[in-house]
């Protein structure tokens, strides 16, 4: 209960995309490990994975519109992006349906990026719930248009609590844990904004 009463607040601050016409949607970076072995799909990590699943499923929907994703390869032999269309494509995206952005490291490099595509014209914008009110706050920092998309909730239940609710679990902390680095990411954001305009 401790882990949802931290992260619902986040992760429910906005709604479900509502299927509006977009030129674009664009698949925030996460995680990946690259292993030829395996198809693409199972490269990426769960965070990431549920978040370009929420996107396919957008673009799909919306013939006309463009999946964007991103992502440098950091220590990988591969970049994020690729990695990521290489999986949309596996799910039946066309490969000129999707454009890459491969030199990424972060949200706001991201943003700078997809910002000289996406221009002022609205767009789904495709990330974890609990990272969503960031992003979205980032984006709009820059003078583009995001519709939020959110994805791979983790606090989800609205059924009464039980006994087990209370017992500690591993799943329990890292949602806790990734709450925590959202809360500080924005105190961080307003933080420097304030330095900022005090200069």
Do not use: C
Not at 22 to 43: F, I
Not at 87 to 99: E, F, H, S, W
Not at 149 to 174: C, F, M, Q, S, Y
Not at 191 to 198: D, F, G, Q, Y
Request: hydrophobic residues 45%.
């Amino acid at each position: 209960p401790i882990a949802h009463l931290i992260a619902q607040p986040l992760e429910y601050r906005y709604s479900p995309f509502d299927g509006q016409d977009v030129p674009y949607v664009v698949v925030l970076g996460g995680g990946h490990t690259t292993d030829m072995r395996v198809a693409s799909l199972h490269q990426l990590n769960r965070t990431s994975l549920a978040r370009l699943l929420t996107g396919v499923e957008i673009v799909k929907l919306q013939p006309k519109a463009t999946l964007l994703v991103s992502g440098y390869a950091g220590f990988d032999t591969q970049s994020h992006a690729q990695v990521a269309a290489n999986t949309a494509q596996l799910l039946g995206v066309d490969a000129d349906r999707i454009l890459l952005q491969a030199n990424a490291k972060d949200t706001y490099e991201e943003a700078l990026a997809w910002r000289n595509i996406i221009g002022m014209q609205p767009f789904a914008l495709v990330t974890s719930a609990m990272h969503m009110p960031r992003a979205m706050a980032l984006f709009e920092s820059l003078g583009m248009r995001p519709i939020a998309a959110p994805a791979n909730i983790e606090a989800k239940g609205d059924r009464p609590l039980v006994w087990r609710d209370w017992i500690p679990t591993a799943n329990n902390l890292a949602i806790v844990q990734a709450a925590w680095h959202e809360y500080l990411g924005m105190s961080w954001a307003w933080l420097n904004k304030t330095l900022k305009e005090a200069v």
